[in-house]
């Protein structure tokens, strides 16, 4: 049991690590898409 929790929790914190760089990536492209807006709605904020 302790090996499989072991490899279960290192699958889990590649998981959120793959998803957090897809995050950033998809964020990227749309910042490149998208500068006027994006910069105008941070001011505006």
């Known amino acids: 049991m ?3 929790k072991t490899s279960f929790d290192d699958f889990l914190k590649e998981d959120r690590f ?3 760089s ?3 990536y998809l964020f990227t492209r749309i910042s490149d898409y998208f500068p006027e807006q994006t910069e105008e709605n941070m001011i505006n904020q």
Do not use: F
Request: proline residues 0%; without cysteine.
């Open 2 to 4: 302790e090996k499989s």
């Open 18 to 20: 793959e998803l957090q």
């Open 22 to 24: 897809y995050l950033t």
